[in-house]
């Protein structure tokens, strides 16, 4: 062979080998590096994802691109890699040369074909979607946000700082027309403008996709956040071209020292949140007016929520928990829905708030009470009908809930014996042991118990140990789980503790016949959910058996 020909054929090898490398991965952007870690060879996309050509890349050291602050663990990335033959995907931050930034992910490979140098393949990242930490997981960037304020808040106490609030939000901008992979480096870019000018140059963050905040010291003004943010702007102006930009904001004095922790969390959740809801109207310019004005509202609320409940506005929708062996009904769980003009508000539009500005516990008093009196007058459900009544754990943690319950008990007693008691969020029921006093006092009295959602909480085991319940109802992570071999061992499992506890299994959110078929299988009795009715006005009017539902899934079941 030619010296020619084997020259070209050594050039297609490594070009096939490089582009090996490049597919394992399935990345962005190609690069291969010789022992010094200086870029040899590039290919990708480069320039328009990192605003980095192959022209500034070859002959440089890569860490030459690496954001300062990531450059350590670029290195010890590095040489994990020379030691294992391998980089996982390890998170990192570059910058071009105009300065744009880019989260990225990096991966290697050290390829027995390349004696010497070893290749590296970068992914994007867009900077909303990374968790806060390798190991954390990923949470509303808005709440990351709040507590990254409250601890420099903490920090600006005990030294004795004053920290200031700057908000940006683009949202009102159309990137219709922009390239993705241009946008992304974009917001990465000012999410790095931010950080630059906060306090550690770690103190800056994203509330949403198109807006973001940074806590600054003294050392630097809101208007030179502002000219910063500008820069990136006019930086950009050319590759985000058509994108109409508009950016609100507003800066705020962080000064708290009147205000308690709880307080200023609530504080900045209202600020933040007004200021995504309506950046171009936001007027808040203090915490303390934020929190004010977080009070006020909450107020506000509480009232409407309270003439809610107390009106006729609360009601129930029914939904039957069905013997699968009998069709017979245990008993109608009562799905309690505020209504209004357009229809009902959704539970977790109602239980989330009610629990924070703590009134769960009159909202469960209401219901209680509406359940008694809807059983004694037996005009929307049967007379034989049996309902359960949602009580929170929050609740039953409130020694004053339990006395107005017992009162509440006390005037009923003809109906207890058809009232059951489900008890959701049970976690959040800070002693146990009072909590098994008082329910076991309840039970006397011929109310029955019922634990909600078994299986979802860490201290699961301690609530049904402690607890007298007399129904189980199993979380419905593990009826969907049990699809599989091991899920289905998991649940047999939960099935057969609650078995040997004395105590009745319910299975919920069972929709269809396989499913149906797997509770019989694990030997639960009860099951509720859509394969028998779906949760409605009159579905406790009168007394039914579900047989033919039963014999439906059953031959569903065959078929399948």
């Given amino acids: 062979m030619a010296d020619g020909d084997h020259s070209l054929v050594e050039k297609l090898k490594q070009q096939r080998d490089r582009f090996i490398a490049f597919a394992f991965a399935g990345a962005d952007l190609l690069l291969e590096l010789d022992d010094s870690d200086v870029v040899t060879y590039s290919a990708g996309a480069g320039e328009a994802l990192y605003g980095i050509s192959d022209g500034e890349l070859l002959g440089r050291p890569l860490a030459d691109f690496i954001m300062a602050r990531d450059r350590k663990k670029f290195t010890e990335s590095v040489l994990r890699l020379r030691n294992t033959g391998r980089l996982d995907h390890t998170p990192l931050t570059m910058v071009g040369a105009s300065g744009a930034v880019s989260r990225m992910r990096l991966a290697g490979i050290k390829l027995p074909q390349f004696p010497t140098g070893y290749h590296l393949v970068l992914s994007r990242v867009p900077p909303v979607a990374e968790a806060p930490s390798e190991n954390a997981p990923a949470t509303d960037p808005k709440v990351r946000f709040v507590e990254m304020v409250q601890q420099r808040l903490n920090e600006a106490n005990r030294i004795g700082e004053d920290y200031t609030l700057t908000l940006f939000d683009l949202s009102g901008s159309n990137f219709t027309a922009c390239e993705p992979a241009i946008l992304q480096s974009f917001f990465a870019t000012i999410h790095h403008a931010l950080e630059q000018c906060s306090v550690r140059q770690s103190s ?76 171009a109207r936001f007027a808040i310019t203090s915490l303390a007016e934020g929190a004010a004005a977080a009070v006020e509202d ?174 189980v109802k199993i979380d419905s992570s593990y009826i969907f789980e049990a699809r599989e071999k091991r899920g289905r061992s998991v649940l047999r499992a939960l099935t057969g503790l609650t078995h040997d506890l004395g105590m009745t299994t319910i299975a919920e959110c069972v929709e269809d016949s396989q499913m149906m078929a797997i509770i019989q299988d694990v030997g639960i009795e009860y099951a509720q959910g859509y394969l028998f009715s779906p949760p409605s006005l009159d579905a406790a009017k009168r007394i039914k058996y579900y047989k033919d539902h039963l014999k439906a899934a059953e031959h569903g079941a065959a078929a399948e």
Wanted: glycine share 8%.
């Fill in 204 to 279: 800056a963050g994203p509330l949403h996709d198109r807006a973001f905040g940074l806590v600054h010291d003294k050392s630097i003004s809101a208007g030179a956040v502002h000219q910063k943010v500008n820069d990136v702007v006019r930086q950009f102006g050319g590759k985000v071209k058509g994108a109409n930009l508009k950016m609100q904001t507003a800066t705020l004095e962080m000064d708290d020292k009147t205000l308690s922790q709880d307080d200023i969390g609530k504080a900045l959740t209202f600020i933040i949140g007004g200021f995504i809801r309506d950046s």
């Fill in 298 to 471: 909450t107020l506000v609320r509480v009232r409407n929520f309270r003439k809610m409940v107390k009106g006729e506005s609360l009601v129930f929708l029914y939904q039957p928990m069905v013997n699968i062996a009998t069709g017979g009904v245990l008993a109608y769980e009562a799905f309690g829905r505020i209504a209004h003009a357009k229809g009902f508000f959704n539970p977790s539009q109602i239980i989330p708030f009610a629990t924070d500005v703590g009134v769960i516990g009159e909202f469960d008093l209401i219901a209680v009470k509406k359940a008694l009196a809807t059983m004694k007058s037996a005009q929307d459900i049967s007379s034989l009908a049996s309902i359960a009544v949602n009580v929170s754990g929050t609740s039953l943690g409130n020694p004053a809930f339990y006395h107005a319950l017992l009162k509440i008990l006390e005037l009923n007693k003809p109906c207890l014996s058809r009232l059951v008691l489900e008890i959701t969020d049970a976690a959040r029921i800070y002693n146990l042991d009072e909590a098994r006093r008082l329910l076991a006092r309840i039970k006397r009295m011929g109310v029955r118990l019922s634990l909600d959602d078994f299986g979802s909480g860490g201290s699961a085991f301690d609530i049904l140990k402690i607890l007298p319940v007399d129904y």
